[in-house]
């Protein structure tokens, strides 16, 4: 009879480990949003350079922190599991790391300094290639080098270049300069990560059912790019003036229809041919890309004259 007891004991044990995960992934399904973050602007237009260095810190780094202090926080390294099942939301939170990688680079090297000959601030090099880098799936121990550690890491040394901008002659000031030549760089670094993302949703050897985790990937590549081209547009009105302004309108009007998009079940219309009855989202999100890519090479290009 003991034996049966105890063996009853652990059935239920098991049983009840089992029902708190399901309710975790459930919860982790239910509470977490793969559709409508958008730019949050300053209070203010920024008016001095420290300001608009803050501005442009913030651009960069608010999609990645808002994942990090969501109400799961960052799932791509999670050890329960959850990556293979909740993949629509690990997908955009790649796509946000992978962005944010290469959005801190090109950033560093346009608005941290006054020319190409000048050094890049320490804390934007280790934001970018020490912080960033880090692996995105890295658990850690004790949780001493796990990504979400890294990543603050890298968010908090955007933050204090900001805060070094005070257009004083010191050792630790730090200086914000952004010219037509810089605004084209981050122009050109928007269009090839916009043109990498058709890449992606154009692979057709996407299969039925990981078509949601390229459309999510996608949607978080996205989400850094609007961030960073909004917080550019709310520093330099030149950008408006010079690009036309139903350019950025059309530019901005699609960033956030594809914040938007957000399907039941993402179908892709055979994925091969794509004369299926179904819909295809791939390809409808694709047709959303495209015109952001255009866009963003008509303004480039009227930059450059």
């Excluded at 810190?57 to 909740?86: H, K, M, S, Y």
């Excluded at 090099?125 to 692996?135: E, G, I, L, R, W």
């Excluded at 949780?143 to 070094?164: H, V």
């Amino acid at each position: 009879m003991a034996l049966s007891s105890k063996r009853t004991w652990v059935v239920r044990g098991l049983a009840g480990l089992v029902a708190v995960y399901v309710l975790y992934l459930l919860a982790v399904g239910l509470f977490t949003t793969v559709a409508g973050q958008s730019y949050k602007a300053p209070a203010e237009a920024p008016a001095d350079d420290r300001a608009k260095a803050t501005c442009i810190a913030d651009a960069l780094v608010q999609p990645l922190e808002e994942e990090l202090d969501g109400a799961f926080g960052w799932l791509p390294n999670d050890i329960l599991l959850v990556p293979r099942i909740i993949d629509n939301k690990t997908s955009f939170q790649l796509g946000v790391i992978y962005a944010t990688r290469s959005g801190s680079e090109v950033l560093a090297r346009t608005v941290a300094r006054f020319g190409d000959r000048d050094t890049l601030p320490h804390m934007l090099v280790d934001a970018t290639q020490k912080h960033f880098a880090y692996a995105e799936d890295s658990w850690g121990w004790w949780f001493l080098y796990n990504s979400e550690k890294r990543y603050r890491e890298g968010i908090a040394d955007w933050r204090l270049w900001a805060s070094r901008v005070t257009g004083e002659q010191t050792k630790q000031a730090q200086v914000y300069n952004v010219t037509t030549s810089d605004i084209v760089e981050i122009m050109n670094w928007a269009i090839k990560t916009m043109e990498y993302t058709l890449g992606v949703l154009n692979d057709d050897k996407v299969g039925h059912f990981y078509g949601d985790n390229v459309i999510y990937y996608v949607k978080g590549i996205s989400r850094v790019v609007d961030n960073i081209i909004e917080g550019l547009l709310q520093c330099d009105s030149s950008i408006i003036e010079r690009g036309g302004k139903e350019n950025v309108d059309e530019l901005l009007k699609r960033l956030h229809m594809i914040s938007q998009f957000n399907p039941i079940y993402v179908v892709g219309g055979s994925y091969g041919v794509g004369d299926s009855f179904w819909p295809n989202h791939i390809a409808a999100m694709a047709r959303h890309i495209d015109v952001v890519s255009n866009r963003l090479t008509d303004i480039r290009n009227a930059m450059e004259k």
